[in-house]
């Protein structure tokens, strides 16, 4: 059999790809510059949040100041806090206080929530609104216009006065300062309510109501057991705060003798002629734990949270209740916060601002004068405080929202091993009192080497640190839900065209984070405009804010005074936040 050489056959030809070398990023030091980012912005987070606690932590066990020598270790300083300085009364006021405040708040705000979001009122979404506006002013305005409008000289007590010969009401009691704290802290509640039931499934009150369930039967039965998680995160969230507020406290009980935790430090430290540091240390401790311990509590309670979920794939839109004549005492009942909390007060201070003595007694419109506006504007160190203002509102809310968006994204979107740990950093400034921030920071810029502590304590950026610390959390919380709803898989795309995170960051996550981000420095705007307690202890005469330049002028008795300062304050806020409100309108992300 004839057989045929084998002939090698030519392989087929296939295209070639062009390869191209993966893209080289600059490395810093021989490092990573994305590992760079996440170490610098975990040390920076730890120096914010350490450098108040440890030096107050110090202090409390030295038996003598930080900054004198030859201090020894002692205990002494607790035991003196509660035996010699009556600090157990102290903790009773603040109890009670805390207490009355966080009750009346729900009583407030839960009832709003549940009748705007689920019932058939006639102006749900003005009351909605309306329901939030004492949020943008602080609670030491708010207690001003509170004095101005129904303190025992106050232009609505004269004439309630007059009329039924008495006054039905005593503002400087330990009542009088709940109730005006619950009308300032009610917004915050009111939110947390009101947005668990708009993401609430009304399948569930359909159900109740096919076998025959009233509106009432509902609201008890099944909407008011789905918002115990709000209700419980913001029953702790408002406890705290009114454990740690000075404004009420220090305008209602000193007048009084009525001190809380906050008039406590207050008085000890900064009127005090010869401050004991050791005692002010301690009882910072003192305070410092409780806010810690409540700030545990409140994650413990919401562990099981998962049990009160009820939005799921097939979420139904919700059937507005019908409360029948009911409705409409719930529309008067709004209307009494809004008008009389909180509207009444704030125009009453207004009007203040305005005439040179407001009382029923003669028409203000007959004493009307620009005086007030003058002597503000005549004395450098008044328009110095309202540009220190600005300043620190503005320069701070920029600092802060960027800290805060990249802690949120390297928290949230990165491999990083100790990204927790950032989270819980970001977090923490929370069970941080503001006196605590205050006194901590002035104690901390004390040890900084080479005289540098000197060099920042009473300056414009000292402030700027303290305030900065107490809106980190809000900033954290308001960026992490805009970070958490963008998918992973952008960051994968951008990855396996090459980039590193740092470059995915800076193209990807960055762009899509911009509506976020300026809602974070509206807020964060609104929050350190309205801050003014750690500059109490870190300011000086020439860094002096509104809100601390509104207390010297309150001592000295210069009542139009502080009522033109808080009219311009609230002019501030209102201008920014308009302003921010018409160049995000349409961006629902924001």
Not at 30 to 57: F, H, K, M
Not at 172 to 180: K, N
Request: charged share 10%.
């Amino acid at each position: 059999m004839k057989t045929f050489p084998e002939v090698a056959s030519a392989p087929a030809e296939t295209p070639t790809r062009t390869e191209f070398p993966a893209p080289k990023y600059r490395r810093i030091l021989g490092a990573d510059r994305s590992q760079l980012l996440y170490w610098a912005t975990i040390v920076i987070l730890a120096l914010l949040v350490l450098a108040p606690v440890v030096p107050t932590l110090y202090q409390s066990v030295m038996d003598r100041p930080l900054y004198e020598e030859g201090g020894l270790f002692t205990l002494e300083n607790y035991t003196r806090l509660f035996t010699e300085a009556g600090f157990g009364q102290v903790a009773l006021n603040t109890l009670i206080f805390a207490v009355m405040t966080t009750v009346m708040t729900l009583l407030i705000a839960v009832p709003m929530a549940i009748v705007v979001v689920r019932t058939n009122i006639p102006g749900r979404r003005f009351f909605g609104a309306a329901m939030q506006w004492p949020f943008f002013i602080s609670s030491l305005i708010l207690g001003f216009g509170w004095i101005t409008m129904y303190g025992p000289a106050g232009f609505a007590s004269v004439q309630v006065k007059r009329v039924l010969g008495f006054l039905p009401w005593d503002l400087y009691s330990i009542p009088g300062m709940a109730i005006t704290e619950a009308v300032a802290l009610a917004p915050i509640a009111y939110v947390f309510c009101s947005n668990a039931l708009r993401n609430s499934d009304a399948s569930l009150e359909g159900a109740a109501q096919t076998v025959g369930a009233g509106p009432f039967r509902i609201l008890w039965s099944v909407i008011i057991p789905m918002m115990r998680p709000p209700m419980v995160y913001s029953s702790v969230l408002v406890f705290s705060m009114s454990i740690e507020t000075l404004s009420i406290p220090l305008l209602y009980g000193q007048p009084v003798d009525i001190t809380v935790f906050a008039t406590f430090l207050y008085k000890n430290g900064l009127q005090s002629i010869d401050p004991d540091y050791g005692i002010l240390g301690a009882a910072s401790v003192i305070i410092l734990l409780v806010t810690i311990l409540l700030v545990a509590v409140q994650a413990k309670l919401l562990k099981d949270a998962k049990r009160f979920v009820s939005v799921r794939g097939k979420a139904t839109r919700p059937r507005l209740l019908d409360l029948g004549w009911i409705k409409w005492l719930s529309v008067a009942f709004i209307f009494i916060y809004v008008v009389i909390g909180a509207l009444i007060p704030i125009l009453g201070l207004v009007m203040r601002s305005f005439t040179k003595v407001f009382t029923p007694l003669q028409n203000p419109l007959n004493s009307l004068t620009m005086a007030n506006y003058q002597r503000i504007l005549e004395f450098p160190v008044y328009v110095a405080s309202i540009r220190n203002s600005l300043i620190v509102a503005g320069v701070g809310a920029v600092l802060v929202s960027v800290l805060a968006v990249v802690a949120v994204v390297v928290a949230k979107r990165s491999t990083f091993r100790y990204r927790k740990v950032i989270e819980y950093l970001a977090l923490a400034p929370q069970a941080m009192p503001g006196l605590i921030i205050g006194i901590g920071l002035f104690w901390a810029f004390s040890f900084l080497p080479f005289n540098m502590g000197a060099l920042i304590q009473g300056t414009i950026w000292a402030i700027i640190i303290g305030f900065g610390l107490r809106a980190l959390p809000s900033a954290f919380g308001s960026i992490s839900p805009a970070v958490m709803q963008i998918g992973e898989e952008l960051d994968n795309a951008a990855r396996v065209n090459g980039a590193d995170w740092m470059r995915m960051f800076l193209r990807v996550l960055a762009k899509l984070l911009t509506p976020a981000f300026v809602a974070a420095m509206v807020l964060t705007f609104v929050v350190m405009m309205k801050e003014y307690s750690p500059a109490i202890f870190l300011g000086s005469a020439e860094t002096n804010i509104i809100g601390t330049t509104m207390l010297e002028l309150w001592v000295q008795g210069n009542t139009g005074s502080v009522a033109a300062l808080a009219t311009i304050q609230i002019a501030i806020t209102a201008t920014f936040v308009g302003i921010a409100g018409l160049l995000m309108k349409g961006k629902k992300d924001a």
